[in-house]
């Protein structure tokens, strides 16, 4: 029965207003948190995916992969300035793949940094996509398919699902801040607004897909030579609903190795452990929700596994995004390098 109530639950949500695609590690998914991260990164080229399953309790869970790249491009004039081309595209499957959403986008930022040694930089972005909603009715019951002991999936049914595939295009914007502050401490604010066109998703009236807001900072301290204590939150506010995770991650660098370990909250929803490790610019972070919401008698605490991927290329001296001004322009000699956010 409380899979059912679950079932139900969900199916309703996604058929009204489409579960927008969000990650338990939304830093580690940087271009679906903000278009301004494209090519936010030390690297001059960076590949990444996630796969996030939820409720694994219901039988089959609701499953989100997403792969990323992007490019950082220098360029010579003005000389303080930089951009970032990329894409990402996303699947979400619910259930036994009754409800599917596939898209695309392409990304685009520019860079500028300010002050004399360029501690200060603003980072705007832009992406453009396209993406497909479909459902298969043949995996569906509805009400007057039920023949007063069970549902008959022979019986047609008078529902106005008639058109089971949607074409739909989608605009998102975003701008960034960064600065470097004493003692090591870097900082970043960002907004980012997707779906601003608002496309209509719906199989059978027109029903937009409402903008989604998101808000979101981090900070990143080197309490060591090889430790380094990340922090971040991300507010996300879509059509009445709102979702705040927040948290940290430790690293420790042994040479070639990083390990991650961290914990982090979604707001009454979830607690979210992680851990992971880097090996030569190879990175893999592991989190698992354990569900604290009104549902956790149904979902027995369980909410699902993530993992997210990222292996980067070419990153020279490893100068971290904190220090964004010294990628395009020599650091000073004495700057010691340290090792770059974990979400980078």
Request: hydrophobic share 40%; with cysteine; aromatic share 14%.
């Amino acid at each position: 029965m409380k899979k059912l109530l679950i079932v139900i639950a969900f199916f309703i949500a996604a058929l009204s207003n489409a579960q927008d695609v969000h990650f338990s590690q939304p830093f580690n998914a940087p271009l679906l948190l903000n278009p301004a991260y494209t090519g936010y990164t030390v690297c001059k080229f960076r590949i990444g995916g996630n796969v996030r399953t939820q409720w694994l309790t219901i039988g089959k869970p609701y499953m989100t992969e997403n792969l990323y790249v992007d490019r950082k491009i220098n360029i010579k004039v003005p000389r303080r300035m930089w951009i970032g081309v990329g894409g990402t595209v996303f699947n979400d499957r619910a259930g036994n793949g009754f409800l599917n959403r596939t898209a695309g986008n392409l990304s685009g930022s520019a860079n500028i940094g300010f002050l004399r040694d360029n501690r200060l930089f603003l980072t705007v972005g832009v992406a453009l996509g396209f993406g497909n909603r479909s459902v298969r009715t043949d995996e569906l019951f509805f009400a007057d398919q039920w023949n007063g002991t069970s549902f008959d999936g022979i019986a047609s049914s008078a529902e106005p699902i008639t058109n089971q595939s949607k074409f739909f295009y989608n605009i998102d914007g975003g701008a960034m801040l960064s600065y470097e502050l004493p003692m090591d401490i870097r900082a970043n604010i960002g907004a980012s607004v997707y779906h601003i066109n608002k496309p209509n998703e719906s199989f059978s009236d027109y029903l937009k897909l409402q903008r989604r807001y998101n808000f979101h900072g981090s900070i990143m301290k080197s309490l060591t030579y090889n430790l380094n204590l990340f922090g971040g939150a991300v507010f996300s506010m879509q059509n009445g609903a709102r979702e705040t995770n927040l948290g940290f991650t430790l690293s420790y660098t042994n040479y070639d190795l990083r390990l991650f370990f961290g914990a982090w909250h979604r707001l009454l929803e979830d607690i979210i452990p992680t851990a992971g490790f880097e090996y030569r610019k190879l990175r893999v972070i592991f989190s698992y929700d354990l569900n604290i919401s009104e549902l956790k008698a149904a979902s027995s605490m369980h909410g699902g596994p993530e993992i997210a991927i990222v292996k980067t290329f070419n990153c020279g001296d490893r100068i971290p995004p904190g220090r964004a001004g010294r990628l395009l322009i020599k650091p000073r000699k004495k700057y010691k390098p340290m090792p770059c956010p974990a979400y980078k």
